[in-house]
């Protein structure tokens, strides 16, 4: 059964850093790009990054870029979001999804499989 599970949220303090993983199951992970997604309250989920199955073509969001960092294990079937000077902007429900479309994958939609979410919260 394919499945995404999350973990490595927690709260900590602005300027600080956290790592998610999210672990898959199935076939949810091998040849699908992944992507991280987010969603605070009152707020619609948006794009943080993806990656796809090399590694070697990732995107960002501009509110992340240069402060995110996605990284894949295939061989673990695990993927990564390393989080540094995280901000109290940055706090929410973080999503990890897969897809194995390759265009307008910035989009929600996009994406097949997703996990329960992981809270992050940043305090200031």
């Known amino acids: 059964q394919e499945q995404l599970v999350e973990s490595g949220g927690g709260l900590v303090q602005a300027g600080s850093s956290l790592r998610l993983s999210c672990a898959a199951s199935?076939?949810?992970?091998?040849?699908?790009?992944m992507g991280w997604f987010r969603q605070a309250p009152g707020k619609e989920r948006e794009f943080v990054a993806s990656?796809?199955?090399?590694?070697?073509?990732?995107l960002y969001s501009e509110s992340v870029k240069g402060r995110f960092t996605i990284s894949r294990a295939n061989a673990q079937n695990t993927l990564y979001l390393q989080m540094n000077s995280l901000k109290p902007e940055d706090t929410a429900v973080y999503y990890c999804?897969?897809?194995?479309?390759?265009?307008?994958?910035?989009?929600?939609?996009?994406?097949?499989?997703w996990g329960q979410g992981t809270q992050v919260t940043v305090s200031s």
């Open positions: 999804a897969s897809t194995l479309l390759a265009e307008g994958i910035t989009a929600s939609a996009a994406y097949k499989y």
């Open positions: 199935g076939r949810s992970f091998r040849g699908y790009t």
């Open positions: 990656i796809d199955w090399s590694g070697g073509r990732t």
